[in-house]
T-cell receptor, first 112, second 114 residues
Framework: SQKIEQNSEALNIQEGKTATLTCNYT??????LQWYRQDPGRGPVFLLLIRENEKEKRKERLKVTFDTTLKQSLFHITASQPADSATYLCALDGDSWGKFQFGAGTQVVVTP | EAQVTQNPRYLITVTGKKLTVTCSQNMNHEYMSWYRQDPGLGLRQIYY???????DKGDVPEGYKVSRKEKRNFPLILESPSPNQTSLYFC?????????????FGPGTRLTVT
């Protein structure tokens, strides 16, 4: 199975700045990678999916990159707002259809 | 409203007393999955189901059972719960169009085993 690493330390950022989160994996390259947002006490909510043959994906203020050589995905929140404060999880497809593995998540705190 | 529901939301039980956590989705999704979430460990997959009557083990299946008799329901069964199964549990569902495994998560069930 994969070892997935996300920054365990909270990312504190000022409103309006860009938050950048990393997701590193160690073994096989996944066919795709997903990013989710999780608020305290709630289930994760899907944000973006990027496939192995895609370098970059955007959705409104969110941008995801995928570098299969570095085995890394970067998740950017541009023009961050206090409402973006949450924990962000990356998820990779596993070694068989239907299997998934999640990182432990990075907490983002956006201050006004 | 499209959603995944779980019941109960909170449960305190004692070691060895069998329990079932229900999960239901109204989106006609083929795929369903159970996860547990523990501090510092993230979400770990327990079991998943690609369709009715098809279930497979995730990374942490020991101590759990599942069944998928109907498309909409995917209950999680703990035959003999132990304190190390104290955790936050999430059910998720997904359509299986090509590789778009976007997962929709339920609200979670917080289980405490004493």
């Amino acid at each position: 199975s994969q070892k997935i690493e996300q920054n365990s330390e909270a990312l504190n950022i000022q409103e309006g700045k860009t938050a950048t989160l990393t997701c590193n994996y160690t073994n096989y390259s996944p066919a795709y990678l997903q990013w989710y947002r999780q608020d305290p006490g709630r289930g994760p909510v899907f944000l973006l999916l990027i496939r192995e043959n895609e370098k970059e994906k955007r959705k409104e203020r969110l941008k995801v990159t995928f570098d299969t050589t570095l085995k890394q995905s970067l998740f950017h929140i541009t023009a961050s707002q206090p409402a973006d404060s949450a924990t962000y999880l990356c998820a990779l497809d596993g070694d068989s259809w239907g299997k998934f593995q999640f990182g432990a998540g990075t907490q983002v705190v956006v201050t006004p | 409203e499209a959603q995944v529901t779980q019941n109960p939301r909170y449960l305190i039980t004692v070691t060895g007393k069998k329990l079932t956590v229900t999960c239901s989705q109204n989106m006609n999704h083929e795929y369903m999955s159970w996860y547990r979430q523990d501090p510092g460990l993230g979400l770990r997959q327990i079991y998943y189901s690609m369709n009715v009557e098809v279930t497979d083990k995730g990374d942490v299946p020991e101590g759990y059972k599942v069944s998928r008799k109907e498309k909409r329901n995917f209950p999680l069964i703990l035959e003999s719960p132990s304190p190390n199964q104290t955790s936050l549990y999430f059910c998720a569902s997904s359509p299986t169009r090509l590789e778009d495994y976007e997962q929709y998560f339920g609200p979670g069930t917080r289980l405490t085993v004493t």
